[in-house]
């Protein structure tokens, strides 16, 4: 059983910056891709940026130029750099990691979700 577990949201003016961080615990062996999701009022949940274990990166267009997503493979732990945050991007982040645990099984598992929102 895995947890993952975010923080780092919160309100913020346009124009502004947030980071968040999201933890992951429980039965891991490894990590392998990482990522940010959001989901605004009323829209589908969408991908935001993602990481490989071997530190590759995609992100949407949306954000591209914005947003750096990274991770420490030490702790287990991915996070999302935003700055220049528009109110386009306010909605619930949701981190997602997939891991193989010490039974050789894999798991897709979703943090409960942080709300950022993005107002003057």
């Known amino acids: 059983q895995v947890k993952l577990v975010e923080s780092g949201g919160g309100l913020v003016q346009p124009g502004g910056s947030l980071r968040l961080s999201c933890a992951a615990s429980g039965s891991i062996r490894s990590i392998n891709t990482m990522g940010w999701y959001r989901q605004a009022p009323g829209k589908e949940r969408e991908l935001v940026a993602a990481i490989s274990s071997g530190g590759i990166t995609n992100y949407a267009d949306s954000v591209k130029g914005r947003f750096t997503i990274s991770r420490d493979n030490a702790k287990n732990t991915v996070f999302l750099q935003m700055n220049n945050l528009k109110p386009e991007d306010t909605g619930v982040y949701y981190c997602?990691?997939?891991?193989?645990?010490?039974?050789?099984?894999?798991?897709?598992?979703w943090g409960q979700g942080t709300q950022v929102t993005v107002s003057s």
């Open positions: 997602n990691a997939g891991t193989t645990n010490w039974g050789g099984r894999s798991f897709a598992s």
